[in-house]
């Protein structure tokens, strides 16, 4: 899986995938990300990424130029990506769907922003999707970039080394994930519940199951309108008296 990131702030992206699952995977060769640095790619002596916007207005807008001239360099050192991600506000949310997505690709390029944003031109010609990480205002497009790095990686094989751990996360089928104990089996007059010792592990796997369904209706209900639920599932919330959500 490759990933490319351009940015003013190279070090920024390098330093936030040294650690973890996808600092070892990239150690292996299983994830390759190189982070551009934008002002490589201007042609004057300042090196020179932004410029007041026109029609006025507060702030500075980052230069069509560099970012044209840092992706014709990449698909000629790198190959063409199969997508191009501008990380903005405006973007729409990124989600587990998405991650998947990109993880299928094999190859995407991640546009960060700074000021008060791109000039537009570079959307226009580049960007295949535009991705916002949440609705809040962040400095610039790095920690998104991560995020989605991160999220991506996790899906490509060989990256996370229990993959059944992978399909259990949550919203991999569009639900938040169970509660999880580990021992003691009692702490501090906590104790855990008496199905997770019990050793059935039939029974175990459907207490996991209505505790995942049971989280999500009290935390995300909104996710159940497009969960993938089984018949069982619709079950527990017919028992439950909760209106089962549309088939989709």
Excluded: N
Aim: charged share 30%.
């Amino acid at each position: 899986m490759k990933f490319d990131v351009v940015t003013i702030f190279p070090e920024m992206v390098d330093a936030g995938l040294t650690e973890g699952v996808v600092g070892r995977a990239r150690e292996r060769g299983v994830v390759d990300v190189v982070a551009h640095d934008l002002r490589d790619y201007t042609t004057d002596r300042h090196r020179v990424v932004d410029d007041v916007p026109f029609g006025g207005g507060p702030g500075m807008v980052m230069k069509p130029e560099p970012f044209f001239a840092a992706m014709e360099a990449i698909i000629a050192g790198r190959g063409r990506p199969q997508a191009v991600v501008l990380l903005s506000p405006a973007g729409r949310r990124f989600t587990q769907a998405e991650a998947a997505r990109f993880a299928a690709l094999g190859h995407i390029a991640l546009l960060c922003g700074r000021y008060e944003g791109i000039d537009e031109r570079v959307r226009e010609r580049w960007a295949t999707d535009e991705v916002s990480i949440g609705d809040y205002v962040l400095s610039g497009g790095e920690l998104p970039a991560l995020v989605v790095i991160d999220a991506v990686s996790r899906l490509v094989p060989g990256v996370v080394g229990d993959e059944q751990s992978v399909e259990a996360d949550s919203f991999g089928r569009g639900l938040l994930d169970c509660p999880h104990y580990t021992r003691p089996a009692e702490y501090a007059g906590l104790r855990v519940p008496e199905v997770l010792t019990s050793g059935h592990h039939g029974e175990i796997r459907r207490w996991r199951r209505q505790q995942a369904l049971r989280r999500t209706l009290d935390r995300r209900p909104d996710l159940l309108v497009t969960a993938a639920l089984d018949g069982e599932e619709r079950g527990w919330l017919r028992e439950w008296d909760i209106g089962v959500p549309p088939t989709e």
